[in-house]
């Protein structure tokens, strides 16, 4: 089945940039989907890229896509404390499908 | 706008007892999913229902979870008997048709002890 790679820990001081990584497996994705969990509560759909697009930009937020390495990034610039969360990389399976697979989550820590 | 609301947010109840969560979608969404996360697994898909009928069950980890989602506003997850392994948080999500964000509820804590 689908799979999606990501590391499960990075830690930034607040106003580098954070870079989170992703890989997955399926070919078919139309969607790529970056969403935010803060603690106790549920995701937050962050961003998204359409699969022919390679980049997208959304104020501090960027997201690249490489498809044909299958790898997806998030770039967060000036990070703040208050971007300390889980943020979860998620492909569909295709057109028309809303059944999402999800990355195990990167936990991002921004030291003040 | 109220979001997706589940209920109870915090379950704590003994191994062999019958489990049931709640979720209420978001008014004119009519696809709905319930997730499960763990710290081993991650985010699970159980299953996945849209407009009430159950399209994939597939994630549904035994006979001992059931769901049902009786009309557009409502949906239940039953598990029964309940084990220790089932501890997790258990999360609600709900879209239309046409979008492509779901919209997560805010998780239901579930201890089995």
């Known amino acids: 089945g689908e799979d999606v790679e990501q590391s499960l820990f990075l830690s930034v001081r607040e106003g580098d940039s954070s870079v989170i990584n992703c890989t997955y497996t399926d070919s078919s994705s139309t969607y790529l989907y970056w969403y935010k969990q803060e603690p106790g509560a549920g995701l937050q759909l962050l961003t998204y890229i359409f699969s022919n697009m390679d980049m997208k930009q959304d104020q501090r937020l960027t997201v690249l896509l490489n498809k044909k390495d299958k790898h997806l990034s998030l770039r967060i610039a000036d990070t703040q404390t208050g971007d300390s969360a889980i943020y979860f990389c998620?492909?569909?399976?295709?057109?028309?499908?809303?059944?999402?697979?999800f990355g195990k989550g990167t936990k991002l820590s921004v030291i003040p | 706008d109220a979001g997706v609301i589940q209920s109870p947010r915090h379950e704590v109840t003994e191994m062999g007892q019958e489990v049931t969560l709640r979720c209420k979608p978001i008014s004119g969404h009519n696809s709905l999913f319930w997730y499960r996360q763990t710290m081993m697994r991650g985010l699970e898909l159980l299953i996945y229902?849209?407009?009430?009928?159950?399209?994939?069950d597939s994630g549904m980890p035994e006979d001992r979870f059931s769901a049902k989602m009786p009309n557009a506003s409502f949906s239940t997850l039953k598990i029964q008997p309940s084990e220790p392994r089932d501890s997790a948080v258990y999360f609600c999500?709900?879209?239309?048709?046409?979008?492509?964000?779901?919209?997560f509820g805010p998780g239901t804590r579930l201890t089995v002890t």
């Open positions: 229902f849209n407009n009430n009928v159950p399209i994939d």
């Open positions: 998620a492909d569909d399976s295709g057109a028309g499908s809303y059944q999402l697979t």
């Open positions: 999500a709900s879209t239309i048709d046409t979008g492509y964000e779901q919209y």
